[in-house]
């Protein structure tokens, strides 16, 4: 069956600082991948995603590389604001058959620090 | 306008009583969902609809009982709620992207906060 793996957390940086959240996946087909954001108390919210090998989602300063050789999809963002803190959840979905169903990493919850 | 809607946002209440809690989705997809989140942060997959149809329905007790009376509604009735029930219940929805071999985007409801004291 499909997974996904992410960077355990909590993730702890400085405002400025860079930011990198891991992410793999296995799939049976060939996914889309997605980075879903979770601000406080709120509900998860699509951040970026890509539907195929070497596409680069970006969004807000982040962004992440479907990179097919290594199963990754990697999240990065060169300077963390203070609202960037939120819990970051990579994610998966292959195309449609009979059931709509994504495949979500366990979340990283990032803190930024002033 | 909100895109996909949860009542009521906080619920709390005694063990053994019965609940429901209702989703509403404006962006005509054809999916819905409902997720459990855990507080280490966990979201497990409960059920999924799809024009009214269960098509996913994860090892989850049969206390639960989701009703999906039309393709914009999913809500969700627990019977003889437990502590363990104690979390946050999201609805979602997503809609088959015109091109295949695109994976579909989700779309989170707010969601309700349950515990069960």
């Known amino acids: 069956g499909n997974s996904v793996t992410q960077m355990e957390g909590p993730v702890t940086l400085s405002e400025e600082a860079f930011l990198t959240i891991n992410c793999t996946y296995t799939?049976?087909?060939?996914?889309?991948l997605f980075w879903y954001v979770q601000y406080p108390g709120e509900g998860l919210q699509l951040l970026l995603k890509a539907t195929k090998a070497d596409d680069k989602g970006s969004n807000k300063g982040f962004e992440a590389t479907y990179r097919k050789e290594t199963t990754s999809f990697h999240l990065e963002k060169g300077s963390v604001q203070v609202s960037d803190s939120a819990v970051y959840f990579c994610?998966?979905?292959?195309?449609?058959?009979?059931?709509?169903?994504?495949?979500f990493g366990d979340g990283t919850t990032l803190t930024v620090k002033p | 306008d909100t895109a996909v809607s949860q009542t009521p946002k906080y619920l709390v209440t005694q063990m053994g009583n019965d609940k429901s809690i209702k989703c509403e989705q404006n962006l005509g997809h054809d999916t819905m969902y409902w997720y459990k989140q855990d507080s280490k942060k966990f979201l497990k997959i409960m059920f999924s609809?799809?024009?009214?149809?269960?098509?996913i329905n994860e090892t989850v007790p049969n206390r639960f009982s989701p009703k999906s009376p039309d393709k914009a509604h999913l809500n969700l009735h627990i019977n003889s709620l437990e502590l363990g029930d104690s979390a946050v219940y999201f609805c979602?929805?997503?809609?088959?992207?015109?091109?295949?071999?695109?994976?579909?985007?989700?779309?989170f409801g707010p969601g309700t906060r349950l515990l069960v004291l």
């Open positions: 609809y799809n024009n009214k149809e269960l098509i």
């Open positions: 994610a998966l979905s292959e195309s449609h058959t009979n059931a709509g169903k994504s495949t």
């Open positions: 979602a929805s997503s809609q088959v992207p015109p091109t295949s071999g695109v994976g579909e985007t989700q779309y």
């Open positions: 799939a049976t087909g060939y996914p889309s």
